[in-house]
């Protein structure tokens, strides 16, 4: 139910960008020539804004206004500003969500407040969950003492109606792109007296989340994916008012501090979700992200997230055409903006698309991932790129030795 | 022993420039015109390699090179080659540092991996400690169990002996700029079967530290003060190998993973300190840090803290002569590389200099900070700041209400 048909040659793709609702956000990208991108799960591309956003925060407010641009340059609020902006996109309020450190510290700090919180100390994962997510519940078990309980695949619930723990999920997995009920998980999490950490990485900017109306409480997730905030841009942190007031974050640092310019010797942590802020934010990258969060700007999330899943459905079906798998969801409202294909040689063919100038992604063991960010990707690009895949799988043209040489980042 | 004269006349100071090894190292800062800088302690200024450096990041390596600068740009060494820079700086292993994270972050990692290795679970604080390394030893004592000691200014090592537990400790206090003698501090650790965890943020790039000899084995610093490495750059991590290996990073992200990229569901994490590596690392902010760290190339760290001892001995002389109490230790060799001088309406004078174009900071509730960064400080930059303090205290110049108005970020 994208509001889209699925089109059945280029021109048909041409006809559907032609008139689509984001078709101006594109223009917003510095998308290199004669590439086709489709690893925006991984790391979107630069925007325009977001390059002079970096060279403005460089050059003018660090070289020129030194220590005075923490207040004359606003770089002091810039974790509440961007979360305001980021609020939006996951439809919390504005100032339910700060921006802090990366996911897996995020990760960290929610879960451990969240061990007084939930009826028991267990910390469940799934085994099929992103592994620093899993990572992240071993070492917090270790440190705080609470049970490690580590479930199969889609058992997490399960488990935590069992034992009202605490349970760390992915919205959108990042392996299958399947996506998880939050509405029904929130209801078991209240029956349960367990919490729910939310993993938003794969799914902010690419699904019309409404987290507050589904009863999410608490949330992190990465901003360098979707949302095109650059290489390693620091995460968000979400909570809701009245349970991050009863929450303390293991890591207090001075910008989670109510008054951090006070130098008291105690802690008193801010109000809200701010507490969840520690060291000194990192300016260069909030800026960046900042200004790349206004791509989104005067698009409607249904939009973002229909396109989305129609592009999704196009891969799928030139996939099967060619003779593929899909390993994500065929029901496009159960997928995320990614869908990836399995394929044993999938390595191989992966770098052999990455040969021609199309870009998508692998993970082990067998995953092509094809990321389909709808506000740049277009389904000419879909058409094309499916194009070489099928020349690619049907020629063997993966079967040259250049094509197996593992990369260190994959 | 600095070897410096002190310098009666501005053309004295004028001389010693002249004459300084570090002189040429002045042009590689792009320092705006017309402003005397006194707060490399608390955010040091760009170099025009880091402006070059940050903008090939976003414009090239990102905007063009996309998702393959992992590999081609080499962004997924950056932690270790960048950490490699500033091992030379602290004068310990090149393998045995790894830039991740924020100070606070990292403090935390290091206390709570300390814990089984120390001889009691007993965290050690001075309630004159920089707040947030007493707030992140509180923290970590709610959500581990351990016992918090916070003791009087000075008792750290008294109660490090008692207890054979866990010092976080600068070397160079945030407040007075005294330095402690890492060596001695270490020798009674040794004999306690305690740990120390070691704050280098005032200290790194300003003092000739050895920490390896001096039998350091666990630090953290920060890396925007006198490293200049951008506004809220990532911190470093140094621990000693041996050491590092009996240790496990309470955060345990994919990032300290042995193969962060075989997505294994158990955690094993990386030989040495690559461990303490958590989340993606902020790929711009790093870039920034690892140009700017060039600018200590073909300097002696001698040569660096011998001047900046002398300048310091400049800004008491100086302070004297206007009648002004130093908090910092008279003993050059007791010193890091700020002043702090003592005054009732220091948040005021601090600024009337700075509307004078001459920056310093303060720090509640009386100290005047004075950042003498020996790279591109000069003798007559002290010399006529000391002039205009001079001035501003004779005529009470900082009895203006713009000058008492609080801003956020002091």
Redesign the interface.
């Known amino acids: 139910m994208t509001g889209y048909t699925l089109p059945h040659s280029r021109d048909a793709c041409a006809a559907l960008d032609a008139e689509n609702p984001l078709r101006a956000a594109r223009e917003r990208f510095?998308l290199?020539e004669g590439?086709i991108?489709l690893?925006g799960h991984?790391?979107g591309?630069?925007t325009h804004g977001?390059?002079a956003r970096?060279?403005q925060a460089?050059?003018r407010?660090?070289?020129?206004g030194?220590?005075?641009?923490?207040?004359t340059a606003g770089?002091?609020?810039l974790p509440h500003t961007v979360g305001a902006k980021l609020a939006r996109l996951i439809s919390v309020d504005a100032d339910a969500v700060i921006v802090t450190?990366?996911?897996?510290?995020n990760l960290?700090k929610l879960a451990?407040a969240a061990?007084p919180v939930a009826r028991s100390r267990t910390l469940i994962v799934e085994?099929s969950e992103f592994?620093?997510d899993?990572?992240?519940a071993?070492?917090?078990a270790?440190?705080?003492?609470a049970r490690l309980m580590?479930v199969e695949e889609d058992r997490g619930l399960e488990a935590l109606m069992e034992t009202g723990g605490i349970l760390i999920r992915s919205i959108v997995n990042y392996r299958t792109s399947h996506v998880m009920d939050v509405a029904e998980a929130e209801a078991m999490a209240h029956t349960s007296g367990g919490v729910i950490v939310w993993d938003l990485s794969h799914a902010t900017g690419v699904l019309e989340l409404n987290l507050a109306n589904s009863g999410a409480r608490l949330a992190s997730g990465?901003t360098?994916k979707f949302l095109n905030g650059?290489?390693?841009?620091?995460?968000f942190v979400y909570a809701e008012a009245e349970l991050a007031r009863r929450m303390?974050?293991?890591?207090?640092?001075?910008?989670?501090?109510a008054d951090?310019?006070?130098?008291?010797?105690?802690?008193a942590p801010k109000d809200g979700v701010a507490r969840f802020a520690?060291?000194?934010?990192?300016?260069?990258?909030?800026s960046?992200l900042d200004a790349a969060l206004d791509a989104f700007e005067g698009l409607a999330l249904r939009d973002v997230c229909a396109k989305a899943r129609a592009l999704g459905d196009l891969v799928i079906a030139r996939a099967e055409g060619i003779g593929l798998e899909a390993i994500s969801p065929r029901a496009a409202s159960m997928r995320g903006g990614h869908v990836s294909l399995r394929h044993e040689q999938g390595y191989a063919i992966v770098q052999a698309l990455?040969a021609r100038g199309i870009?998508p992604?692998f993970?082990?063991p067998d995953a092509m991932r094809f990321g389909v960010a709808p506000l740049y990707v277009r389904f000419v690009d879909v058409w094309d790129a499916m194009d070489q895949l099928a020349d690619i799988v049907e020629t063997r043209a993966w079967d040259r030795p250049e094509f197996h040489a593992r990369?260190?980042?994959?």
């Open positions: 510095a290199p590439i991108y690893d991984s790391l591309p630069a977001a390059l970096v060279e460089a050059k407010e660090w070289a020129e030194l220590i005075r641009s923490w207040n770089w002091i609020d450190d990366s996911v897996s510290v960290f451990a061990l085994a592994p620093t899993q990572y992240v071993e070492g917090l270790g440190i705080s003492g580590r990465c360098y650059g290489p390693g841009a620091p995460s303390a974050s293991p890591i207090s640092g001075w910008f989670g501090h951090p310019f006070a130098f008291t010797p105690g802690y520690a060291g000194t934010p990192g300016v260069l990258s909030l960046a990455i870009i992604d993970r082990a990369a260190k980042v994959t």
